[in-house]
T-cell receptor
């Protein structure tokens, strides 16, 4: 597509529920990132995919968080047993390589509120 | 470890005034440098980037930034601010040869009419 698409744009859930957040990157971008942005903070790295594999998941806060990208395009971030502290905006970005550097294009984000 | 500091959490300027947003980074070599802007409810939009070469880079919406190696800085400037520039601005560092990006905590810009 023309840009990075994220759904849902807003998700309100109750503590303990399971949530999935979807990211559809720019067509042809092999690299995909998930970031989390808490109120008043900059984006914090969660996970990076190169193709289908998670090349670096060191930013995932704990084992309740998991992400997949089975066909190397769309990615889903999955959060089990949600907690109030998981409330944040989850940003997805995909990248093309320009002059040897990755330039990130972000989606509008999925705002998660855990009650 | 790499880090990015944006020392100003909030900045308020009058419409038509000049603007400078500060960004300092910590990295052992010259990183890739970026400025992004985020309007309420929106994702981050790339304003400009520096990889190498001319240390003064031009971006979209009339913004420019200057890389100063001696000060480890990459400050964003605009000669005349418009009300539509009110947003949050993030500086980011990319580590060459890797996929890693580190973002600052952002500066929120308010523009007075």
């Amino acid at each position: 597509g023309a840009g990075v698409s994220q759904t849902p744009s807003n998700k309100v859930t109750e503590k303990g529920k399971y949530v999935e957040l979807r990211c559809d990157p720019i067509s042809g971008h092999t690299a995909l990132y998930w970031y989390r942005q808490s109120l008043g903070q900059g984006p914090e790295f969660l996970i990076y995919f190169q193709g289908t594999g998670a090349a670096d998941d060191s930013g995932l806060p704990n084992d309740r968080f998991f992400a997949v990208r089975p066909e190397g395009s769309v990615s889903t971030l999955k959060i089990q047993r949600t907690e109030r502290g998981d409330s944040a905006v989850y940003l997805c970005a995909s990248s093309s390589e320009v002059a040897g550097a990755n330039v990130l294009t972000f989606g509008a984000g999925s705002r998660l509120t855990v009650l | 470890a790499q880090s990015v500091t944006q020392p100003d959490i909030h900045i308020t300027v009058s419409e038509g005034a000049s603007l400078e947003l500060r960004c300092n980074y910590s990295y052992g070599a010259t990183p890739y440098l970026f400025w992004y802007v985020q309007s309420p409810g929106q994702g981050l939009q790339l304003l400009l980037k520096y990889f190498s070469g001319d240390t003064l880079v031009q971006g979209i919406k009339g913004f420019e930034a200057e890389f100063k190696r001696s000060q480890s800085s990459f400050n964003l400037r605009k000669p005349s601010v418009h009300w539509s520039d009110a947003a949050e601005y993030f500086c980011a560092v990319g580590v060459p040869g890797t996929y890693k990006y580190i973002f600052g905590t952002g500066t929120r810009l308010k523009v007075l009419a």
